[in-house]
């Protein structure tokens, strides 16, 4: 089955999907009626303004691989489904810093350059903060024309000519953290991705599985790297959780890259490391990051306090799996007194998503020999003898062991319906949907929830 088939629930793992499938699924309009009427609208405006090249057709049924090719659903493929890729492709790219993404057609087609690397056709794209944050504070564009989007869900027309657990035909997730790479920015229609970077979904996944890619690979090193976490114990059958601590140590030294080492071989001894019934404080507790935080927290046996927002997030995020206490973030001053109150003033373990100004605050919670982790900055220097902590993120795709470690992990959980995707709201308006879709987050307007883009 094909992605683009209407979303049904798996049989294998109903909580995986969003309980509400409405809600996840919204278009942009508000009335579903009205939705469903301008979603059709939508398809319809994206078909006109980005034709489906005719090496992609036929769209439904199953995905096209090579001659003995076995595909994830058992079908083998035939010579004559076999997927022409095309030489040229659609895709947005970025001119100058503070400008918007421009739509571009026949821009080539990234080239595969070793044979851990694989080609996907994107089919939906995950919106994170740093597609517009980027743009907008001049960071993290290594060269112009930039390609961006970092979160892909599509299927796989070009295997890896290593040995893998990936073959043509899979529909996959990949989380790009590999930013200065621009074949494997997810803004285009063909992307690149490393095979140990990608993680096998159902053949007709929620949509709402772009929305995680990055988030679970933050989470997971936050937790795994920075605090130290065994996730050995965790996992679906077959696929346990790496023990990361372990990974990086078994490594050359120089495989990891020299800024991030200190963090991944020195950043706590294993005395520090985080124990079941161990309290773990999220300051930013709406965001995805957040959302996979606790998920993968609470699968190690940590009880999770969460500040937020507690008028816009407390329905959502109350009685499930996200929380066992929400703490509202009006006032921080009174939130730290209730956290240090609540942990009996043995709080030790925090992690900021929302910024530099929030993790200050989340240090005071924290006694000393606390371990604090900036997903989204830190304060200017350490404090009342609380470490500090960047997440090394480009890890996920150096060091081959850390990112197969971790998608292997990933491809259970979601088999296992362990972990659930971030509630996300699907743009139907392809490549060209994005910069309004990049706009209501600018503005504030994308709350507690991901902005999926569906590429055609
Ligand atoms: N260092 C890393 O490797 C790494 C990796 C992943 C993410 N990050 C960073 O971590 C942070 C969280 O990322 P995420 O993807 O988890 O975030 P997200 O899901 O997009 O959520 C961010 C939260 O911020 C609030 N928000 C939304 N729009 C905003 C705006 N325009 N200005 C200020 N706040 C806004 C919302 O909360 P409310 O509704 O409660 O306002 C939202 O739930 C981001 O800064 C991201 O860049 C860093």
Request: with cysteine; net charge neutral.
């Given at each position: 089955?094909?992605?683009?088939?209407?979303?049904?629930?798996?049989?294998s793992?109903?909580?995986?999907?969003?309980?509400t499938?409405?809600?996840?699924?919204?278009?942009?309009?508000?009335?579903?009626?009205?939705?469903?009427?301008?979603?059709?609208?939508?398809?319809?405006?994206?078909?006109?303004s980005?034709?489906?090249?005719?090496?992609?057709?036929?769209?439904?049924?199953?995905?096209?691989?090579?001659?003995?090719?076995?595909?994830?659903?058992?079908?083998?493929a035939?010579?004559?489904?076999?997927?022409?890729?095309?030489?040229?492709?659609?895709?947005?790219?970025?001119?100058?810093p503070?400008?918007?993404?421009?739509?571009?057609?026949?821009?080539?087609?990234?080239?595969?350059?070793?044979?851990?690397?694989?080609?996907?056709r994107?089919?939906?794209?995950?919106?994170?903060?740093?597609?517009?944050?980027?743009?907008?504070?001049?960071?993290?564009?290594?060269?112009?024309?930039?390609?961006?989007?970092?979160?892909?869900?599509?299927?796989?027309?070009?295997?890896?000519?290593?040995?893998?657990?990936?073959?043509?035909?899979?529909?996959?997730?990949?989380?790009?953290?590999?930013?200065?790479?621009?074949?494997?920015?997810?803004?285009?229609?063909?992307?690149?991705?490393?095979?140990?970077?990608?993680?096998?979904?159902?053949?007709?996944?929620?949509?709402?599985?772009?929305?995680l890619?990055?988030?679970?690979?933050?989470?997971?090193?936050?937790?795994?790297?920075?605090?130290?976490?065994?996730?050995?114990?965790?996992?679906?059958?077959?696929?346990p959780?790496?023990?990361?601590?372990?990974?990086?140590?078994?490594?050359?030294?120089?495989?990891?890259?020299?800024?991030?080492?200190?963090?991944?071989?020195?950043?706590r001894?294993?005395?520090?490391?985080?124990?079941?019934?161990?309290w773990?404080?999220?300051?930013?507790?709406?965001?995805?990051?957040?959302?996979?935080?606790?998920?993968?927290?609470?699968?190690?046996?940590?009880r999770?306090?969460k500040?937020?927002?507690?008028?816009?997030?407390?329905?959502?995020?109350s009685?499930?799996?996200?929380?066992?206490?929400?703490?509202?973030?009006?006032?921080?001053?009174?939130?730290?007194a209730?956290?240090?109150?609540?942990?009996?003033?043995?709080?030790?373990?925090?992690?900021?998503?929302?910024?530099?100004?929030?993790?200050?605050?989340?240090?005071?919670?924290l006694?000393?020999?606390?371990?604090?982790?900036?997903l989204?900055?830190?304060?200017?220097?350490?404090?009342?003898?609380?470490r500090?902590?960047?997440?090394?993120?480009?890890?996920?795709?150096?060091?081959?062991?850390?990112?197969?470690?971790?998608?292997?992990?990933?491809?259970?959980?979601?088999?296992?319906?362990?972990?659930?995707?971030p509630?996300?709201?699907?743009?139907?308006?392809?490549?060209?949907g994005v910069?309004?879709?990049?706009?209501?987050?600018?503005?504030?307007e994308?709350?507690?929830?991901?902005?999926?883009?569906?590429?055609?």
């Open positions: 089955m094909h992605l683009l088939s209407a979303p049904a629930a798996p049989h793992s109903p909580s995986l999907w969003p309980p499938p409405k809600r996840a699924y919204r278009a942009i309009s508000p009335a579903a009626e009205q939705g469903a009427k301008r979603r059709r609208t939508l398809e319809s405006e994206s078909e006109r980005e034709p489906r090249a005719e090496d992609v057709k036929p769209r439904p049924g199953p995905s096209p691989a090579p001659a003995g090719a076995e595909a994830t659903n058992g079908t083998t035939t010579a004559s489904t076999k997927h022409h890729i095309p030489e040229r492709q659609k895709a947005l790219l970025l001119h100058a503070k400008s918007r993404y421009v739509l571009e057609d026949g821009f080539a087609v990234p080239k595969i350059k070793d044979d851990n690397e694989l080609l996907v994107v089919e939906y794209i995950g919106l994170n903060p740093i597609d517009w944050k980027a743009p907008d504070f001049n960071f993290g564009i290594p060269s112009l024309p930039y390609l961006a989007g970092r979160d892909i869900v599509g299927t796989v027309v070009r295997a890896p000519t290593s040995d893998s657990r990936v073959k043509v035909g899979d529909v996959v997730l990949t989380a790009s953290t590999d930013y200065r790479d621009p074949r494997k920015a997810a803004y285009q229609h063909y992307a690149i991705a490393s095979s140990f970077n990608v993680a096998r979904l159902p053949s007709s996944p929620s949509p709402a599985t772009a929305g890619g990055v988030a679970f690979v933050a989470a997971a090193l936050a937790l795994g790297v920075c605090l130290g976490c065994d996730f050995s114990g965790t996992g679906a059958k077959g696929a959780g790496p023990n990361l601590p372990t990974v990086l140590r078994a490594l050359d030294p120089e495989v990891i890259p020299a800024d991030v080492r200190a963090e991944c071989l020195s950043g001894t294993d005395a520090e490391r985080p124990k079941k019934g161990d773990l404080a999220i300051w930013g507790g709406s965001s995805a990051s957040a959302k996979m935080l606790a998920q993968l927290a609470r699968l190690l046996g940590l999770v306090i500040v937020v927002d507690v008028g816009k997030h407390g329905a959502a995020l009685w499930t799996k996200h929380a066992d206490l929400l703490v509202d973030s009006h006032d921080p001053a009174r939130a730290v209730i956290i240090r109150r609540v942990t009996g003033e043995e709080l030790r373990f925090g992690v900021d998503t929302a910024g530099k100004e929030t993790a200050g605050w989340l240090g005071k919670c006694g000393e020999g606390g371990h604090l982790v900036g989204a900055g830190l304060p200017m220097k350490e404090e009342g003898g609380v500090q902590h960047v997440v090394p993120i480009k890890v996920h795709h150096e060091c081959r062991e850390v990112g197969e470690g971790l998608m292997v992990w990933l491809e259970g959980l979601l088999r296992g319906g362990l972990v659930t995707p509630e996300a709201e699907v743009v139907h308006e392809g490549l060209g910069n309004g879709a990049l706009d209501r987050m600018r503005r504030g994308v709350s507690g929830r991901r902005l999926v883009v569906k590429v055609e």
